[in-house]
């Protein structure tokens, strides 16, 4: 069975420090892959998503960025952190083999910036 | 632009009763329809979804019906549990895998014992 795991949990980070948030999937292969952000009472909202290694489609201009090293492998960087970057991360997947093709979501990172 | 459009922020309904949860969308090239539920502090879980071309999809106590000529679908549950009490987004997507997924802002559904 496929599996999607996100790391950390929480965490708090300071203004204009840099972010690393990393989600791999287990269990299955050349899935898509997206990063979501969920801010306090509002809807998902599509930050990157991914259709191959090294492919990297960005949905909102911002001072975050992504990349996939691997086939199974997110990663959500920042090189300074704003207030506004506070959050829930979400990572996803879905496969590409089977319509409607729904996606499945990892447990999320709560990140405070302060 | 808003895409995919859930009017509805919060619901109550009593336990045992139906849950009609409601979504428009504009956009008529859309393929596929999906419900995701989503509890505080987790990511969300896949519901139901359904095909354009069909009307209606039944999945246990989850139904989804769309309405194509309306632009718009619903989830109905039946009976509504405590434990359904969360927040249910609508999304929609076009007909491939590389097409993205269009979430609504979701409806918050409280089901009262």
């Known amino acids: 069975s496929q599996t999607i795991h996100q790391w950390p949990a929480t965490l708090v980070q300071p203004v204009g420090s840099p972010l690393s948030l990393e989600c791999t999937v287990e269990g299955t292969s050349n899935p898509n892959l997206y990063w979501y952000r969920q801010a306090a009472g509002r809807g998902l909202q599509l930050l990157f998503y991914?259709?191959?290694?090294?492919?990297i489609s960005s949905e909102v201009p911002q001072n975050l960025s992504a990349s996939r090293p691997q086939d199974r492998q997110f990663i959500l960087s920042s090189k300074k952190l704003l207030l506004s970057d506070s959050g829930f991360y979400l990572c996803a997947w879905s496969s590409r083999d089977r319509a409607p093709y729904e996606q499945y979501f990892g447990p999320g990172t709560r990140l405070t910036v302060t | 632009d808003q895409q995919v459009k859930q009017n509805s922020p919060s619901l109550s309904v009593q336990e045992g009763r139906i849950s009609i949860l409601n979504c428009d969308y504009t956009n008529s090239m859309f393929d596929y329809f999906l419900w995701y539920k989503k509890y505080p502090a987790e990511g969300p879980t896949f519901l139901i979804s359904i095909s354009s071309i069909k009307d209606k999809n039944e999945d246990g106590r989850f139904t989804v019906f769309l309405n194509k000529s309306a632009k718009h679908l619903s989830l109905h549950i039946v009976p509504s549990q405590p434990g359904d009490s969360a927040v249910y987004f609508c999304a929609a997507r076009g007909r491939t895998s590389y097409d993205k997924v269009i979430f609504g802002p979701g409806t918050s559904l409280s089901v009262i014992p």
């Open positions: 991914s259709v191959g290694i090294g492919q």
